[in-house]
Structures are given as structure tokens and as C-alpha cells.
Antibody, heavy 125, light 109 residues
Framework: EVQLVESGGGLVKPGGSLRLSCAAS????????MNWVRQAPGKGLEWVSS????????NYADSVKGRFTISRDNAKNSLYLQMNSLRAEDTAVYYC??????????????????WGRGTLVTVSS | SSELTQDPAVSVALGQTVRITCQGD??????ASWYQQKPGQAPVLVIY???NRPSGIPDRFSGSASGNTASLTITGAQAEDEADYYC????????????FGAGTKVTVL
């Protein structure tokens, strides 16, 4: 079965650290760029970070740059998000998502065709 | 603030048609993708590209684009279509960052 399964969420104090994992199965993980997307309670979706298939290209939202680190291990079919200096506003469900990017003539298409169920991170004292 | 603008909420009578829009400068270079999210569930891709539906998405969902505006149309809305809908693309900075619209809550009456 093609799926993504996140783990590693939990309760952490402000200033603390947490490492999220995303296990991929059912597809060739090493062929895809991957992303983290989060959703604060009662709020909308927020893109967090992306990593290319070979880890050559990495991007972060301004809200997490310098605090979060995305990485992957293609041999283990796994995606990671190391979160340091956590703040209350980082409280959210964190989803991993498989990315597809295509170019059709002069227009690009960038979308997430597979999502995990998410893992909840709560930052509170 | 989001670089993709969506109306917060729309309502539609059962069986009628509803259109949700998404505006942003990046949509001149990128097709928007659209996601449906029901309470307590992960988002699901419903439209990508010019007007493409992933396998399993009903053909009552369609997409279109013009200038800096993308639209998602549900033709013959069903009760199970009641959900939040988000548009998404790269942002307009050229830095290959991602951005989501704030979401549109669709209520089926």
C-alpha cells in the first residue's frame, strides 16, 4: 500500500526539541521530493519545508528557518524534521507530503499527491 | 499574511453548483492545486494542473485558471463535499517556497 506514516509528535516545553519522522512505503521514495506541512489547531494549512529527492535542494518557511532542519534517508525510506527552539506557535499537526512538480509549456504545476495522517506537536509549559 | 487569497466561507444548496476562487501573483506562473479537508482528516488532493483529478475524485470537481485567479468548481454538490478547501502553489518570491490559501469552508445546505 502506498502510504506515509508520521511519528515522533508529543508534548514539549518551550525552547525544547523534537524530531519527527515520516516512513514511506509502497513507492520509490528516492524519486520524490518531500515536504512538511503543518496545521495549528483550528487554523489553515501552512507549508513548512521541502527537500529534493537527493537532498540537494532544501527550503524553509521564514517562520521556521534557523530552528527546523529537514532531512531524509533514502535507504530507510524516511523523512525527518528536527525541530529546535520550539515555541507555542509551533503547536500543530505536522503532515508529511509527497511532492510532484511538472512544467507544462510556460506554466509550472506543483502539488502534493500523497499525505500522511499527521502527528501532533504540542509546545506548552 | 497569505499570498493566496480565498473567501473564508461559501454555502451551496444540495445538487447546485459552487465555485471557490484563489487569487495570487504566483498563479501567473503556477497552476494552483486544490485540497479537500474534512474534520480530523488529512488533506486530500482534488485538482491539480490545468484541470486534472486524481484517481477516485468525482468528476463533479473541476478547476480553471485565468490570470492571477484559480477556481475550483463543484457541479452538483453532495453532502459529502462539505469540507474545507485549500489552494496551494509556490510563492511569488522566486525562492521555491510553498504557500497555501487560508481555506474556504464549503457548507452544503
Amino acid at each position: 500500500e502506498v502510504q506515509l506514516v508520521e511519528s515522533g509528535g508529543g508534548l514539549v516545553k518551550p525552547g525544547g526539541s523534537l524530531r519527527l519522522s515520516c516512513a514511506a512505503s509502497g513507492f520509490t521514495f528516492s524519486s520524490y521530493s518531500m515536504n512538511w506541512v503543518r496545521q495549528a489547531p483550528g487554523k489553515g494549512l501552512e507549508w513548512v519545508s521541502s527537500i529534493s529527492s537527493s537532498s540537494s535542494y532544501i527550503n524553509y518557511a521564514d517562520s521556521v528557518k534557523g530552528r527546523f532542519t529537514i532531512s531524509r534517508d533514502n535507504a530507510k525510506n524516511s523523512l525527518y524534521l528536527q525541530m529546535n527552539s520550539l515555541r507555542a506557535e509551533d503547536t500543530a499537526v505536522y503532515y508529511c507530503a509527497r511532492e510532484v512538480e511538472e512544467q507544462w509549456l510556460v506554466i509550472h504545476c506543483w502539488y502534493f499527491d500523497l499525505w500522511g495522517r499527521g502527528t501532533l506537536v504540542t509546545v506548552s509549559s | 499574511s497569505s499570498e493566496l487569497t480565498q473567501d473564508p466561507a461559501v454555502s451551496v444548496a444540495l445538487g447546485q453548483t459552487v465555485r471557490i476562487t484563489c487569487q495570487g501573483d504566483s498563479l501567473r506562473s503556477y497552476y494552483a492545486s486544490w485540497y479537500q479537508q474534512k474534520p480530523g482528516q488529512a488533506p486530500v488532493l482534488v485538482i491539480y494542473g490545468k484541470n486534472n483529478r486524481p484517481s477516485g475524485i468525482p468528476d463533479r470537481f473541476s478547476g480553471s485558471a485565468s490570470g492571477n485567479t484559480a477556481s475550483l468548481t463543484i457541479t452538483g454538490a453532495q453532502a459529502e463535499d462539505e469540507a474545507d478547501y485549500y489552494c496551494n502553489s509556490r510563492d511569488s518570491s522566486g525562492k521555491h517556497l510553498g504557500v497555501f490559501g487560508a481555506g474556504t469552508k464549503v457548507t452544503v445546505l
